[in-house]
């Protein structure tokens, strides 16, 4: 069996560059211009009700979207516009926003800053640390730190942000990838399929508690 480290790396390569496709020879799309006073002013009269003014929402099953990479928010909002990523109250809400909406709430939110969170269970947390930095080779789950940093800070435009994030959250986001219910991407499906809930609960709580 190959490392896990090796499994991670051959597994996305292949799932992004068969993504990718016919794409790799596209003209790369100008960057968007953001404004964040129009963006703090849709946050204040929208997104204010289950994130906070500052992205760090304190309603359970709401993610914390404070210092997300704004690239990765466009993605999801304009997915939840299209129905591409379904089953949640954000496919109203992305309806009513223009893309240059959605480009200025993007950015503001990634201007604040994320509370400092801590993991709430001593007795998974050396299993949730165990998958986040090495992964399950048992079960061909690859480390969740080689696409989103040792320190769960993601990469902009490809991976985002977890640090911090909302173990219940990320525990219903990892089961909605493995069971079929999130279809929004790629990789993560193949990611966590092998994972049970244990496992899938374990890490969530261990993300959390990332700084």
């Given at each position: 069996m190959k490392p896990v480290s090796t499994l991670a790396a051959s597994l996305i390569s292949a799932l992004?560059?068969?993504?990718?496709?016919?794409?790799?020879?596209?003209?790369?799309?100008?960057?968007?211009?953001?404004?964040?006073?129009k963006g703090k002013a849709i946050v204040n009269s929208v997104c204010i009700a289950c994130h906070n003014a500052d992205g760090n929402s304190v309603i359970a099953g709401y993610p914390v979207v404070a210092q997300q990479h704004p690239e990765y928010m466009i993605k999801q909002l304009k997915e939840f516009k299209s129905n591409a990523r379904k089953g949640t109250v954000m496919n109203g809400y992305a309806a009513a926003l223009s893309d240059q909406d959605m480009v200025d709430v993007s950015?503001?939110?990634?201007?604040?800053?994320?509370?400092?969170l801590a993991a709430t269970n001593q007795e998974t947390l050396a299993l949730g640390e165990k998958i986040w930095r090495g992964g399950i080779a048992s079960r061909a789950v690859p480390a969740c730190a080689a696409c989103h940093a040792p320190n769960g800070a993601g990469m902009p435009v490809k991976y985002p942000r977890l640090a911090g994030q909302k173990a219940d959250y990320t525990e219903l986001q990892l089961k909605d990838f493995r069971d079929g219910v999130r279809k929004n991407d790629l990789v993560m499906p193949h990611v966590v399929n092998g994972m049970n809930d244990a496992q899938i609960k374990a890490v969530s709580d261990f993300i959390q508690g990332l700084r």
């Open positions: 992004l560059f068969t993504a990718a496709g016919s794409a790799v020879a596209a003209t790369p799309a100008a960057k968007p211009v953001p404004d964040l006073n950015y503001y939110f990634a201007s604040q800053k994320a509370n400092k």
